[in-house]
């Protein structure tokens, strides 16, 4: 039996450098569809571009208009393929439009060496139940995102004052994430997780889509089986934009990926 | 007269696509050319294909293959250009080969709300004349960076441990900064600020040159004139590799760019 996300981002090859889409509704979120899920979807054609190189080490994605549910096109073109690693540009493509373009350096991460030195610090959360599950959210939200409807968050309940009108101002948002297929986490799905909590800015009080411009992931690590921990923060907004970073964290206690990204300022919802 | 940094990151359209750069042998240091230089002599030819957007928003990149001094093509293709930004992918080419691919999204900085948030805090740094300067480093280190001499640094005077065989090994590099040559900093040349300090692994005692896999920056304002306070920092070394994060900060006290990128943990130097 095929789970529902790799049902959702398989591709099919129709050349040496194009394969078949098909983007799921399950994904829409707000007026677009989640641009992690997007991001898996070109993952996919990568992985099968680079079948001794599994694992996205890094990918820069710049995303040039809304994607809509239905057929598309990942086209991909490889610049260069050394001993461990492949770097191929890659585009996601609807019609003539061009909605993603993507810059991807994968390798194998069980190949890489085990020193690890980290100062980074795991988000504390309580636990998962003792946090706020996202089913909670207003029926309203759930029918404008039907892609919450495919993950189990749990969310740090002092992260999530913006759900009752009380924003933090802290602009930190962290939560237990899994997918609700019962999949888990590997690193072709941690492109969809760094994108999949709500834009940061929510804790800042802008309730409202935040369309993202860029954004860079970094995999650093084959996460264990199991919950992840997810922090989205930002520390700068300034001239419509703002930055927002993300952690995630496996159930090992490992930060498995690092990603950021570039998005514009929600403007109010009325 | 032509500042010694425009004169360096000059190119000349050979074709609507394609510019002639030449990569100027004061920017070398260890065994390659320093990858910000690169990516400011890329953005000199993006700032040409997008003349009424002509600062860099957001510009991530994927170092394929060494550069050299000499002779170098900027080849770039427009694949989307709205009314508020463009987004191009960029290479530069030396002979057959690929030194760098990139994906940029070009603005007008000038343009942007002005409504700044941040909860950022600009790095604390004695006054330059109370830092180490870079002109204190070791003949030989000098020798084999002539990209030192181009750069007024003032280091952070418990960051430069390391210099001395004893490194903080918390991961932290600040320092004041300026060209030589007294050009005065802007978007274009923030591209080069991003990768200029020495690798924040220095700090943790691991000395030797960090090929930079992947780097992103996002250029946030337009950067008033004087010093620049530059800060790298590190959380997480793992599997061979480590994230390196810069925030270049102006004399007006902004913060106006923030860079990340992936790269190789260095071997040890015999």
Redesign the interface.
């Known amino acids: 039996m095929t789970l529902e996300f790799d049902d959702h981002t398989a591709v099919r090859a129709v050349s040496d450098t194009s394969y078949a889409a098909e983007v799921d509704p399950g994904w829409v979120v707000g007026g677009g569809v989640n641009g992690g899920y997007l991001l898996a979807l070109i993952g996919t054609a990568l992985r099968e571009t680079f079948p001794k190189k599994p694992d996205p ?2 990918v ?1 994605a ?1 995303y ?2 809304a994607a809509t549910p239905g057929p598309a096109t990942v086209v991909v073109d490889v ?2 393929e050394g001993g461990s ?1 492949g ?1 191929a ?1 890659a ?1 996601l493509r609807q019609g003539e439009e ?1 909605r993603i ?5 994968y390798g194998d ?1 069980e190949r ?9 610090e795991e988000p504390v959360l309580p636990p998962p139940d003792e946090c706020v599950a996202n089913t909670f959210a207003p029926k309203e939200i759930l029918e404008l995102a039907p892609m919450m409807g495919r993950f189990d968050m749990r969310f740090h309940p002092d992260h999530v004052g913006w759900a009752v009108g009380q924003p933090s101002g ?2 930190e948002i962290a939560a237990w994430f899994r997918l609700t297929d019962g999949r888990e986490p590997d690193p072709a799905s941690l492109l969809m997780v760094v994108d999949a909590l709500p834009p940061v800015t929510f804790d ?1 009080g802008m309730m409202g889509w935040a369309p993202t ?2 954004l ?1 992931a ?1 995999v ?2 084959r996460p264990a089986p199991g919950w992840l921990k997810v922090r989205h923060a930002t ?7 703002f ?1 927002e970073d993300c952690e995630v964290w496996d159930s090992a206690g ?2 498995v990926a ?1 990603s ?1 990204q ?1 998005a514009r ?1 929600p403007r109010p919802v009325s």
Do not use: F
């Not at 890489?112 to 980074?120: F, P, Q, S, Y």
């Not at 520390?235 to 934009?241: F, I, K, P, S, V």
């Open positions: 080490l890094a820069s710049h040039l208009s610049r260069r690693v770097t540009s585009e061009t373009a993507a810059l991807a350096t991460l890489l060496g085990d020193d690890v030195r980290t100062t980074a802290r602009g800042l411009l860029e860079t970094h650093r690590a520390r700068n907004l300034a001239g419509g934009m930055e490992r930060l690092q950021r570039l300022q």
